[in-house]
């Protein structure tokens, strides 16, 4: 379905698409333990993220993302 769509440049249905993923990688983050103690798996779930990263890249500039600091409590 996103191949059509961005075959056709319809960037807004690309990113109607992309956002349909929010869930399922919310879940994933809420159920996975990423950095695992197991090197083979961690690798694999690194690769993973790393997959999912160059997806929403090719619609996306992150670099524009900025995290502000936050005051720690006194």
Same mark, same amino acid.
């Given at each position: 379905?996103?191949?059509? !769509?961005?075959?056709?440049?319809?960037?807004?249905?690309?990113?109607?698409?992309?956002?349909?993923?929010?869930?399922?990688?919310?879940?994933?983050?809420?159920?996975?333990?990423?950095?695992?103690?197991?090197?083979?798996?961690?690798? $694999?779930?690194?690769? !993973?993220?790393?997959?999912? $990263?160059?997806? !929403?890249?090719?619609?996306?500039? $992150?670099? !524009?993302?900025?995290?502000?600091?936050?005051?720690?409590?006194?």
């Amino acid at each position: 379905r996103m191949a059509k !769509f961005d075959a056709a440049d319809d960037i807004s249905s690309v990113l109607a698409v992309l956002s349909e993923l929010g869930p399922a990688i919310d879940a994933y983050f809420d159920t996975v333990l990423v950095n695992c103690g197991d090197e083979r798996l961690r690798a $694999f779930r690194h690769e !993973f993220l790393a997959a999912v $990263f160059v997806l !929403f890249s090719r619609y996306a500039d $992150f670099s !524009f993302i900025v995290e502000e600091a936050i005051d720690p409590p006194r």
